[in-house]
């Protein structure tokens, strides 16, 4: 009897170790997906994938250089709105749109690189010319849905809200810089000149370089609405494709 009671008791405790052992694993996994998760909503995946291998910040966050396609967007009567409305308003308000951009830039397979003030930047990292024209096209498209959800945004709120967008493409220096709060930033004269662009541009509209106008030739981009903003370019100024008159500036 004795010795049944033994082997009793082992099985017990081998099944109890066993448990806490994959409800160790299990915890594991959930903390790994929950960093990955986070890590990704930061980063972009390919330096989001290098910082979860390892701690060594000095081999995975060096910059490099890469072709990207970029999207600078500003508001225009946000300050005016700010003071009309007040600040608990605002930050419900911004919430709100911002969290409608950031679908629409996972929609689009992109990465919004920053937010400052009411400003909004998206970036598309490309690993070749294929991968660049792409990203042209889809940025456009995302552009576009932009203004559209800012313009329903304004009906709700029965203000005169809308923005402005600039593009531009080439080559940029990328990667995740800095030890508190590691962030990833790109550098580079596409970065000005979108926003440039975006200074140059008129309300309602989307101000494109001739390099991303040279991208978009021929590619049909679909409208969300009848009366979706007009694509420029600064080498003609002209619609490249159908589109209601934007308002004035």
């Not at 991303?212 to 969300?224: D, E, G, M, S, W």
Request: proline share 4%; charged share 20%; net charge negative.
């Amino acid at each position: 009897h004795a010795s049944s009671v033994i082997v009793f008791i082992a099985k017990v405790w081998m099944q109890t170790s066993e448990r806490k052992l994959w409800v160790l694993m299990g915890d594991k996994l959930v903390e790994q997906s929950r960093k990955q998760k986070l890590l990704t909503d930061l980063l972009p995946p390919f330096y989001a994938k290098n910082l979860l291998k390892g701690p060594n910040l000095e081999r995975d966050c060096m910059s490099q250089q890469q072709m990207a396609c970029v999207l600078f967007s500003d508001l225009s009567g946000f300050t005016a709105l700010t003071d009309k409305l007040g600040a608990s308003i605002i930050v419900q308000v911004m919430h709100g749109l911002w969290c409608c951009f950031d679908a629409l830039v996972q929609k689009h397979d992109m990465y919004k690189m920053d937010t400052v003030g009411d400003a909004y930047i998206v970036i598309a990292l490309c690993n070749s010319i294929d991968g660049l024209k792409e990203a042209c096209e889809e940025m456009a498209n995302l552009a576009q849905e932009m203004i559209v959800t800012l313009e329903d945004f304004s009906t709700t709120l029965e203000e005169n809200i809308s923005m402005r967008i600039g593009i531009d493409c080439g080559d940029v220096i990328a990667g995740v810089m800095g030890r508190i709060q590691p962030r990833f930033h790109a550098h580079g004269t596409v970065m000005a000149n979108a926003q440039r662009l975006e200074g140059m541009c008129i309300k309602g509209s989307i101000l494109v370089s001739p390099l991303v106008a040279c991208q978009l030739q021929h590619t049909p981009v679909v409208y969300p609405t009848a009366s979706s903003p007009g694509v420029r370019s600064t080498g003609s100024h002209s619609p490249l494709f159908p589109a209601s008159a934007a308002t004035g500036a």
